[in-house]
Each structure stands twice: as structure tokens, then as C-alpha cells.
């Protein structure tokens, strides 16, 4: 009987995937609050909300990256749950039950680690989403899907599971035109590189699958990352964290009597005011994504 996706997923003996496990209870313990009060915990857990730029405290770097949503605009909080989840269930978890939790824990926490650094040096660290973990699985992903093709063909969209992982991967790609996802995947690269002949030696015997040494290493890391996030969750909901707004220097009756002083200045005085950052002037920086 051939290997199918239900098996990798969840029928085969593999083990639990508990790295991925984690990561979703962190995602859904970081994102919950967002939704009873919004402008509260978009500003204590998060970093921004629509057009408000909370203040980045340090802990922010590894928190945000757990919440969800923009607040006011695209995407929705429970959207971006939602995709995220759904990777981490059904391309993340593949991923850890075939090459074990160690490996898929430094995979994910090595892009995320990057990931963090690129935040702060990019956007200064205003950023909310998991994509920069969730797109580290795609490449093996396909590289089932191409392995599975050339055995089942047609068949092989028999199973849910395989339709679901597909329709997923064609996702991803498509969501490629998003750069964040597109750095997480070239991230990816090395790893895939480096263990491609292993992922499919394992699929090739799923019995006797080599899961790699420091298994359990990989859910101590996970662990902490969801203790983490619970703590500052916890001083946030409890209220020892409070909302803060990085506050205009201006305020809109301050800023009128600028544009009409602007619009009659010479024009070295309104190339000065043009090259004036929001920095410069005092003004709110608003540079935050949702990733």
C-alpha cells in the first residue's frame, strides 16, 4: 500500500508534532485577547493598531510575532489567524512527523531569528504575524507532493489531505508577492538542501524514519516561546502593562497654518519641508506591518 498525505499527517506512527503544536497554542494565547478589546491589546501585546504606533518595548521582538491582524485594516485579526494556523497544521506538522521535532524547531526558530532581525533593521520592529516561521515548509511540502505525484498521479487528489496541502502550497506561492514571506522561504533554502535526501529517505521508508537526535531539545525550545508569550500576555491582560501611543508632535490645528505657511513659501524653504521625515518633524513614524 503506497504512503498517502492522511498518513504523513496523522495515521502513520510518527509521533506527535509537538514543536508545531506549541507554536499554534502560542498563536492562539497571543491572538485571543485581540478580540475582547482590540486598541488595548493591539497597543500592550502588539505594536501598532490601524493608524496608532505603540510604543516596541523588547520583548515585543519575539511577542508580536504571534499576534494577528492590523486592527482596522487588511488582514482581519481572525484571517490572519486563520492562514497561519492552517500552515502550521498541515505544512508544519508534516514536516516535524517526518524529519522529527529537532530539526523542524531549528528550521523554524532559525528563520524566525533572522526574521526578528530583519524586522528591526527594516521597520523597526513594528511588525505582527508568523510568517516568518509558516513559510520555512513550504519547499518540502512540494517536495512530497512531486514525490507523491510520480507515484499516485491522479490519484493521489483522492485524499483530502493531499488536496488541502496543494491547494495550501499554491497559497503560499501566490503569496510570495508579499516580501516577508518570500525572505522566510529563502531562508528556508539551506535547510532544504541540506535535508532533502533525508526527508526522502523517510518517506521512502516511513517506518524506520530517521527523526535526528535532540528531539526533545526542539519542544524545550517551543515550550519556552509559549511560556514566554504567556507571561507578557498575563502582565498585559492583568493590566501592569498599559496601552501607549507614540504621540504626533503636532496636532491637526498645529499642522494647517503649516501647509498654508508651506503652499506660500519660495521654493528652497518648500524643498526643505518636502525632504522633512516624519522622524524630522516630530511626527509618528506609522512604518508597523502585519507579516
Not at 126 to 146: D, E, K, P, Q
Request: hydrophobic share 55%; aromatic share 14%.
Amino acid at each position: 500500500m503506497s504512503l498517502s498525505s492522511r498518513d504523513l499527517l496523522y495515521r502513520a506512527r510518527l509521533g506527535f508534532p509537538w514543536v508545531i503544536a506549541l507554536l499554534v497554542a502560542s498563536c492562539l494565547l497571543v491572538t485571543a485577547p485581540l478580540f475582547v478589546e482590540p486598541r488595548r491589546f493591539f497597543l500592550t501585546i502588539g505594536v501598532g493598531f490601524c493608524d496608532e504606533d505603540g510604543v516596541v518595548r523588547w520583548w515585543h521582538y519575539l511577542v508580536a510575532n504571534f499576534v494577528h491582524g492590523a486592527g482596522c485594516r487588511f488582514p482581519a485579526t481572525w484571517f490572519h489567524l486563520a492562514v497561519n494556523v492552517v500552515l502550521f497544521v498541515f505544512h508544519g506538522a508534516l514536516v516535524e512527523r517526518v524529519l522529527g521535532s529537532a530539526r523542524v524547531a531549528l528550521l523554524t526558530f532559525s528563520c524566525l531569528l533572522v526574521h526578528m532581525v530583519l524586522v528591526y533593521l527594516i521597520i523597526d520592529g513594528r511588525g505582527h504575524g508568523a510568517s516568518g516561521m509558516t513559510w520555512s515548509y513550504v519547499l518540502f511540502v512540494i517536495h512530497w507532493l512531486v514525490i507523491h505525484w510520480k507515484t499516485a498521479r491522479w490519484r493521489m487528489f483522492a485524499d483530502w489531505v493531499t488536496c488541502t496541502l496543494a491547494l495550501l502550497s499554491l497559497f503560499a506561492i501566490i503569496g510570495l508577492v508579499k516580501h516577508w514571506h518570500l525572505w522566510n522561504l529563502l531562508l528556508s533554502v539551506p535547510f532544504y538542501l541540506a535535508w532533502r535526501k533525508t526527508f526522502a529517505a523517510n518517506l521512502a521508508d516511513i517506518s524506520n524514519a530517521d527523526h535526528g537526535r535532540g528531539n526533545a531539545i526542539g519542544v524545550a525550545a517551543a515550550a519556552f516561546v509559549l511560556a514566554f508569550n504567556a507571561y507578557f500576555v498575563a502582565l498585559a491582560v492583568g493590566g501592569q502593562i498599559q496601552p501607549q501611543v507614540v504621540e504626533s508632535a503636532f496636532t491637526a490645528s498645529q499642522m494647517r497654518p503649516m501647509v498654508t505657511q508651506y503652499k506660500s513659501a519660495p521654493m528652497p524653504g518648500r524643498s526643505m519641508v518636502a525632504r522633512m521625515s516624519p522622524r524630522e518633524s516630530g511626527g509618528t513614524c506609522r512604518r508597523w506591518r502585519w507579516r
